[in-house]
C-alpha cells in the first residue's frame, strides 16, 4: 500500500480534531472507531474479508503501514476469524496517539504543548494543513447534500463517523439534525463499513461479549415472563494478545 492515500483512521482522526480547542471529539469513542477503521482500511487493502458478524485474514502479506501491519499481524495470529465487536471492543492502549504523532510526523497537525489548571502539562494538536480537512468535510457534506452513493472509503468514513458519535460535532444543533440522519443512513452503502460501525456501536452500547441469539432447543422451557432462557456463555471472547505490539494498536 503506499503512502500517497490518507488511511481511513487517519481521516477519521482528523475530522475529530476541534480546530478552536485543538482537542479531539468523542475520544473514549473515537478509540474505538480508529480500531474499526483499520478493519475497514485492511479491508480495502484486500487483507481481511467479512465472514458473517467475524473478520477473516485473507492475505497476510504486509501493506507497507507499520501500524496496520501490526493489527494485521494480531489478527493473523488469531489462526481463526474473529468477531468485529471482540476485536474492536479489546483494549487499545496508546492507539490515538500513535495516530496523532504519525500526522504530527507528517505535518499534517502540530503539538502544542500547554497546562492544565496551571499544573498538569497537556498537548493539544492544532491541523497545520486546513485544506486537507476541508477536503475530508467536503466528501461527506456532498454524499449527505447529493444523495448520491458515495465511494466505498467515503462511505466507511460517514458510518465510522457516526458510530463514534460525530455526528454532533460535525453537524450541530437543530439546523443539522437533517444532516446527521443523512450521515447515519450512509452506513448502508459500504457492507464492510457497516459491519465496523454497528461493531462499534454495540462495544459501546454494551453487548460486545453477548451471543447472539438463536431459537431454544425443542423442550426449552421458557423464562419467567414468557421469554426463552438465555443460552449459557460459551468461552471468552478473546482479546488482542499482550506483547511489544500492543503498545501501537491496543487502547
Known amino acids: 500500500m503506499g503512502r500517497s492515500r490518507r488511511t481511513i483512521p487517519e481521516e477519521l482522526l482528523l475530522l475529530a480534531l476541534d480546530p478552536a480547542t485543538g482537542t479531539t471529539a468523542q475520544p473514549q469513542s473515537l478509540d474505538l472507531g480508529l480500531a474499526g477503521a483499520q ?53 487499545r492502549l496508546g492507539l490515538r496517539q500513535t495516530y496523532l504523532s504519525h500526522l504530527e510526523r507528517c505535518g499534517m497537525v502540530a503539538a502544542v504543548p500547554g497546562q492544565m489548571c496551571g499544573v498538569l502539562p497537556t498537548t ?81 452500547n454494551g453487548v460486545a461479549a453477548q451471543p447472539r441469539r438463536s431459537p431454544a432447543p425443542a423442550g426449552r422451557q421458557p423464562a419467567p415472563g414468557g421469554r426463552a432462557a438465555p443460552e449459557p456463555a460459551r468461552g471468552v471472547p478473546m482479546q488482542p494478545r499482550r506483547g511489544s505490539m500492543a503498545r501501537v494498536v491496543a487502547h
Open 39 to 91: 478493519l475497514v482500511e485492511l479491508a480495502l487493502a484486500g487483507r481481511i474479508a467479512p465472514d458473517g458478524d467475524r473478520i477473516a485474514v485473507v492475505a497476510p502479506r504486509p501493506t507497507g503501514d507499520p501500524t496496520l501491519d501490526c493489527a494485521l499481524e494480531l489478527l493473523r495470529r488469531r489462526g481463526a476469524p474473529v468477531r468485529a465487536v471482540h476485536w474492536i471492543g479489546g483494549p
Open 124 to 204: 493539544r494538536y492544532q491541523a497545520t494543513d486546513t485544506e486537507i480537512s476541508r477536503e475530508i468535510r467536503a466528501r461527506l457534506d456532498s454524499a449527505i447534500r447529493t444523495g448520491v452513493p458515495p465511494d466505498p472509503r467515503t462511505a466507511a468514513l460517514a458510518a465510522l463517523a457516526h458510530a463514534v458519535g460525530l455526528g454532533k460535532h460535525l453537524y450541530p444543533g437543530n439546523e443539522g439534525r437533517s444532516s446527521r440522519s443523512r450521515l447515519r443512513d450512509l452506513i448502508r452503502h459500504d457492507p464492510m463499513g457497516g459491519l465496523v460501525a454497528h461493531a462499534v456501536m454495540d462495544v459501546q
